[in-house]
């Protein structure tokens, strides 16, 4: 294809093309647009725009094919999926004269009423066309309502009360308005609710917040134009619009200010586009609007004749004053904005798309068969018995390093440890008091005929079981302690390796808990037996025992002599190295079984330290062992329960949990709106390509 260059329009500068005086195209990312041709319709038509068209801006035709492209992009809503289009926003103060600007662009009447006119962002879209008979249509809610041009004002009411309701309420859904008329300028605006800071009847008393929230969001993006529509009757910066602006866009670089009802407040006007007090990077454009019912051809006439004749409003530069320059510039800004933005929307539709194709291939597939399940489902168990293997016997916490409660080994061993803290302080609180007088009594409960230097073992045993008794309660409560942990952790891992599949992990939690109890329930049988034998049998190999009594004995006769002192002299109390000192004054009467009943004593003393040394490691040996079994062995309890006598259960695993299919699917529409997003650009960069040679 040949080109012909306007050298005067379009030139190329530090490779960058420039059209217009206006960079287009920046390097690194190449981006040329269509040549400009000799045949500009414009410059046709120039001598018939008074009689022809309400405005004839300049426009250039290669920016046409980019403009439809981002059209297409908005309409597609591409912007939801994160994608910043580049947009004119046109924001005002309630009376600014917003409306009429937009009108005189547009050559049509827009709603007017009392109160806010705009109430949900009205995006318009401009486009000349050829036929002289101008052609209207409205998009919304994914419909595509034609209208004529004299029932617009209803058409755009109905379709607001549809998007945002009866009454005064506003809303961020926007409405679209395609103008195709002979004469406009192509382009693209997001109209706004005007700023209003007092609500009126029927409108919420957060009106004010409301607009500002959606103003905010439309102008915050870098990619975004802000037309600022001024009234030259009031000073630019108390204007609410203006404050708005400032705060997103603070060295105004991509603000443009349009002064409305210049022949309102002639004398200073020149003065305030020249001071430009308020930072208006793009510049300003003064204008005068239509009034009463002139018509939009005689409105141009009357606004261009008072910038020519006005004494005071023919001191400003023609370069910034009436609409149609105003149209001219918002061309060519927008051909900017979207000759800056397009290679980065190519590049950002290209990441995101690529980023969510590999999020979905990430995806679990959804199961589709009996076999395919099956598979699944030991890889879940299979992972699930590693992950308990790692954090109850090995100590391997790397898949939660950060979650203490799944360290398994080190919570066994914490809570062992404290039930031998319990077990050892759970001793009679007070060794002194009553010395002596448990062990009296029994042995006079067994009494018999013999000799009296026997020490019967029944008193011994009455004694251990009493003793044993009044612990019993700890080791249960303790292997209760461990089990609620085990279940915990072992529901956890499962949990968090069926996660995806919703129905598996609804039955795989039922089986876990039934196998848990089934194990618990044999533990806590076990831990009473190994009660119930130390309360049967006083036996022990270990030789601490002996040697322990043997020197507690040692101890014996000084302390019968102490005691018998003791009662004669009238002290009361006699100190006894390992118990303290103590009172025994009731011993008096119990003299002839003092040697027996604290030999008694000694030997429960000596041996009771070795019964608490015995249970706990009997309860760590024991819960060691049920947690190898649970982890090696039993789990298998768990795919027997899951599956079913016939093999069935399987199939209810086929079913996805809703969050994972939600996913699946919008990740999938994310996928297709920016594969057409893709498909769209990409038709455009082509032909720009295809010029580019
Ligand atoms: C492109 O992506 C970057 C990084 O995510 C983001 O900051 C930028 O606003 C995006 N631009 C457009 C035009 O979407
Ligand atoms: C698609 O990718 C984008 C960008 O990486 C991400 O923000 C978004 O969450 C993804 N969409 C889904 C549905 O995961």
Known sequence: ??????????????????????????????????????????????????????????????????????????????????????TIVVVGDQSSGKSSVLESLAGISLPRSQGICTRVPLIMR??????????????YNGKTVPVEESHITTAINLATDEIAGHGKGISNKPLTLVVKKDGV??????????????????QPENIYEQIRDIIMEYITPEESIILNVLSATVDFSTCESIRMSQKVDKTGERTLAVVT????????LCEKVTADDVNIGLGYV????????????????EEARLFQTHPHLSRIDKSIVGVPVLAQKLVQ??????????????????EKLNANVSALERMPKALTSVADAMAAFMRIIGAAKESLRKLLLRGEFDEYPDDGSKHGTARLVEMLNQFSDEL?????NDPTKDFLIEEIKVLEDAKGIGLPNFLPRSAFLRILQRKVDRISSMPIEFAEKVWDCIDGMVTSVLMRHSEIYYQLKVSTKRAAHNLIERMREQSMNRVKEIVQMEKLTDYTCNPDYMVEWTKLMTQQESFVRKVNDAVMYGHSRVSLEGFGDIEVEHLRQHRNVLHQAFDLKMRMTAYWKIVLRRLVDSMALHLQYSVHNLVNNNMEEIVNELMG?????????????????GKREKLKSSIKLLKESKDVVAKIMDRIAGYDD
């Open 645 to 661: 006598p016939d093999g069935r259960g399987i199939e209810r695993m086929l079913v996805e949990s809703p969050a994972i299919a």
């Open 261 to 268: 009802k210049a022949d309102r407040a002639p004398e200073e």
């Open 333 to 350: 800004i927008q051909a900017n904005i979207i000759a800056r933005c397009l290679p980065v929307i190519v590049k950002n539709i290209s």
């Open 126 to 139: 401009l486009q000349s066309h050829q036929s002289p008979t101008p052609e209207l249509h409205l998009e």
């Open 286 to 301: 003064c204008v005068r609007n239509r009034i009463g019912d002139e018509s939009y051809e005689e409105a141009r006439r």
């Open 424 to 428: 050892h302080e759970s001793e009679d």
């Open 185 to 202: 300028p192509d382009l693209t605006m997001v109209d706004l609710p005007g700023i209003t800071r007092v609500p009126v009847q029927g």
């Open 1 to 86: 294809m040949s080109a012909v260059y306007d050298e005067d329009v379009a030139s190329r500068s530090n490779g960058a093309l420039v059209v217009n005086g206006l960079v287009v195209c920046d390097d690194p990312q190449p981006l040329t647009i269509l040549p400009i041709t000799a045949q500009d319709p414009l410059m046709a038509r120039e001598e018939e725009v008074a009689d022809q068209a309400p405005i004839v801006a300049q426009y250039n035709d290669q920016i046409r094919p980019l403009l439809d492209a981002i059209d297409r992009l908005r309409l597609l809503m591409v912007m939801k999926e994160g994608i910043q289009l580049p």
